[in-house]
């Protein structure tokens, strides 16, 4: 029989969720058979095999089975009588051949590596932190692990799944040179007590092109678009509990060490749960960046309701032509998600020239 574990009680005020009650089932669904049944000849009677008596628990009357099933059976060497079948009336098919072989090569392993079988023993209650796993091993099931949802995660999914469902995103992509965006980075880093990323200088860019393209500094409500007169960029943080996306409030008004500085402790506090609702809300795009984890290219899912999410992917050495000649330069590729009830696609395209004539250019970004 199937192990139930009993579900564990965790405090409301804990970020983690609870531990579901989770019951192991007994056997792994499996698919009908996957080759048919040859036709039997006009007037042949099903499958059958005769059974024997009752005494040992087998079966009594005609067993009916399918070509595919007893043939499994006879190579695996089981009787009929021993197949309890799952399909129609009662008839053995492929899945109760699998389930029983998988049985029977099990049993015999353990039989194999414990020849004296110990008595059985109530399983305990899961207890201990909200982040406990539950594990779990049974005929035809590979092992496994349940790691219970975080609030943040659970969250985090109904929100992205709200939005690919109901926001119509369109997809921008832009390469840029970036070789000065590196250089300037290198400059502001000499001797500096707070040390500037490539990110921060993204960031800076991104609310420069929003003061240069103002229309793309909105986000749709159901009874207006909504324009706003300061740029709130939410910076998107990886955690062990799940993504958070805090805003950095009026980003065209700050400088690049002190979006520096509040991205890092935005990062501190995030890993550590310290983060507040209302650095959570708000802003009208988001900036999430895979490319110190090497990823080149890929596209995000808009965080509503803002109405864009700028995806920056690594900054890599590659062949440039310039002036009609070929060079080796450091090319950034972003990919920019928009909403398009609230921002067209020209109004878009402005925005991703503003911002690559940005980064090309990164002495404008401190202007």
Known sequence: ???????????????????????????????????????????????????????NGTRRGRIFSSPLARRMAR???????????????????????????????????????????????TAAPVTGPATASVTGSVAGIPAFTEIPHSRIRRAVASRLTESKQTTPHFYLRGTARVDRLLRLRE???????????????????????????????????????RSFSSVDVSVAIATERGLVTPVLRSVERMTVSSVATAVRDFAERARTGRLRQDELEGGTISVTNLGMYGTEDFAAIINPPQAAILAVGAARQEPVVED????????????????????????????????????????????
């Open 75 to 121: 190579e695996a060497g089981l009787p009929y009588e021993q197949i309890t079948g799952t399909g129609p009336n009662g008839r053995i098919i492929r899945r109760d051949v699998e389930a029983a072989i998988t049985s029977r090569d099990r049993a015999a392993s353990v039989l194999a590596a414990a020849p004296v079988t110990p008595p059985a023993t």
């Open 1 to 55: 029989p199937a192990a139930t574990v009993p579900a564990t009680t965790v405090p409301a005020a804990l970020p983690a969720a609870t531990v579901p009650a989770t019951t192991v089932p007994a056997a792994l669904p499996a698919a009908n058979d996957s080759a048919p049944a040859p036709s039997s000849p006009a007037g042949a009677a099903p499958a059958q095999t005769p059974a024997a008596g009752t005494a």
């Open 324 to 367: 009609g000649e070929l060079q080796v330069g450091t090319v950034m590729r972003v990919t920019l998600s928009v909403d398009h009830r609230p921002v067209d696609g020209v109004v878009a395209a402005e925005w991703m020239r503003a911002f690559l004539s940005l980064v090309e250019n990164p002495v404008r970004i401190l202007a």
């Open 187 to 225: 400059e502001l880093n000499d001797g500096a007590s707070v040390r500037v990323s490539v990110n921060d200088l993204v960031i800076k860019a991104v609310a420069g092109a929003h003061l240069l393209v103002p229309a793309m500094n909105v986000i749709w409500t159901p009874d207006a678009v």
